[in-house]
Structures are given as structure tokens and as C-alpha cells.
């Protein structure tokens, strides 16, 4: 049974460029969140997708947007990337009001 | 606002001998916090939970304290092995809301 598992692994980027990160749930998972982890930190939420409606959204600017599929797989989106951008990104799956989150391994965003 | 701190960035213990990493939680409307263990390079893996009803919740060689009164939430690991050596983050989860809030995390040396 996989778990979560995100593509790509890593990725380099240049300021103002665009990026796009995916995520693959748990089987019989439904719900998506993303997590940005800069270095050093624990992570930051940024947002949540179920049913393919952004549930809820932490303190990011509109530069990051997602987009949860059917088959509950998702996408993190970056708009005009900024060396500030730099970090993993994690992204977890739950089962609706089921607390039990689960966590990929992540992907490495080099923004330079 | 809510905030999640750990009381030590870093904490070394001898092999065998047991560990405790200790959190802290300003939001008294929290009722869900869960430890995760996070290695180089791979995602937070989930240890152990424990909801806001409950004082103490016991796993394989680890327990979970929650202390409402202070706020504080402990993580025990009985017995540490060298695989134990990773960062520790404590979360916690507001009612009603979707998102985690993690700490800075403390680091656990393990050593031989």
C-alpha cells in the first residue's frame, strides 16, 4: 500500500519562474494539504484541498494556488518565484475529519 | 495569536538510557496534538497523538503527557537506539480548524 508519494524529489528554479509540485495521496485517502518547510523549521501550512475546493488557506500570498483532481491527487502551484521560495515542500493526506495525516517525503525547491 | 515552542533545539542522550522532548502551546482552543519524527530527507512521520481529553497515551517505548493546566506537552522515548536520532516536532490542531501548527522542532543525538 504507497503512501504519499510527491514528484519531484528535487527541482531547481530561477527567480520569476513558475513551478508546479505533485502529490499523490494515501489509497483511500481524500484530502490534501500542503506544507512549506524552510530549513531549519517545522512546517508551514499553506493550504487544504477536499472535494477540489480549497478548504482552508494559511498566510501565503496569491503567488501559490493549487488544484486537487477526481482522483484526489494534487498540485501545488508558484507563481514569479522568489529566492525566499526556497524550501521542502510537504504534502500530507488524511481522510475527511479523520485526524490521521500522512506525510511525503517531499520535494526540494531550489529557487536561485 | 497561536504558537507552538519547544523548550531545547537540541538534546543528546546515551544509548539505552530514555529521552524527553517537551513543548509548549499558548492556544488553550487546541484539542488534537500529535509528534511526528522527521530524518534528513524524508517527511514527518507520525509517532504519537494525544486529544485535549486525555492526560497521558502510551506506544511502543513512547508516551505522549499533556499538561492543560501549563500547557505543555511532553514526547518520552524509553530506551533509545541509535535509529531514534532525528529531528522531533510536537503540532497541535485547533478545533474546527484544518491546519497543523508545528514548533522549530528539537533535535535528538543518540549516542553510542
Known amino acids: 500500500d504507497a503512501g504519499v508519494t510527491q514528484s519531484p524529489t528535487h527541482l531547481i528554479k530561477t527567480r520569476g519562474q513558475q513551478v508546479t509540485l505533485r502529490c499523490s495521496p494515501k489509497?483511500?485517502?481524500?484530502?490534501v494539504s500542503w506544507y512549506q518547510q524552510a530549513l531549519g523549521q517545522g512546517p508551514q501550512f499553506i493550504f487544504q484541498?477536499?472535494?477540489?475546493?480549497?478548504?482552508q488557506r494559511g498566510n501565503f500570498p496569491d503567488r501559490f494556488s493549487g488544484h486537487q483532481f477526481p482522483n484526489y491527487s494534487s498540485e501545488l502551484n508558484v507563481n514569479a518565484l522568489l529566492l525566499g521560495d526556497s524550501a521542502l515542500y510537504l504534502c500530507?493526506?488524511?481522510?475527511?475529519?479523520?485526524?490521521?495525516?500522512?506525510f511525503g517525503s517531499g520535494t526540494r525547491l531550489t529557487v536561485v | 495569536g497561536e504558537s507552538v515552542g519547544l523548550h531545547l533545539p537540541t538534546l543528546s542522550v546515551q544509548e539505552g538510557d530514555n529521552s524527553i522532548i517537551n513543548c509548549a502551546y499558548s492556544?488553550?482552543?487546541?484539542?488534537?496534538f500529535i509528534w511526528y519524527k522527521q530524518e534528513s530527507g524524508k517527511g514527518p512521520q507520525f509517532i504519537i497523538d494525544?486529544?485535549?481529553?486525555?492526560d497521558k497515551r502510551q506506544g511502543q517505548r513512547v508516551t505522549v503527557l499533556l499538561n492543560k493546566t501549563v500547557k505543555h506537552l511532553s514526547l518520552q522515548i524509553a530506551a533509545t537506539q541509535p535509529g531514534d536520532s532525528a529531528v522531533y516536532f510536537c503540532?497541535?490542531?485547533?478545533?474546527?480548524?484544518?491546519?497543523?501548527?508545528f514548533g522549530t522542532g528539537t533535535r535528538l543525538t543518540i549516542i553510542p
Open positions: 500530507a493526506s488524511s481522510f475527511r475529519e479523520n485526524y490521521g495525516y500522512t
Open positions: 489509497s483511500g485517502h481524500d484530502t
Open positions: 484541498y477536499y472535494e477540489e475546493e480549497e478548504r
Open positions: 492556544n488553550s482552543a487546541s484539542d488534537y
Open positions: 494525544i486529544r485535549s481529553n486525555m
Open positions: 503540532a497541535e490542531k485547533m478545533r474546527g480548524n484544518e491546519k497543523l501548527t
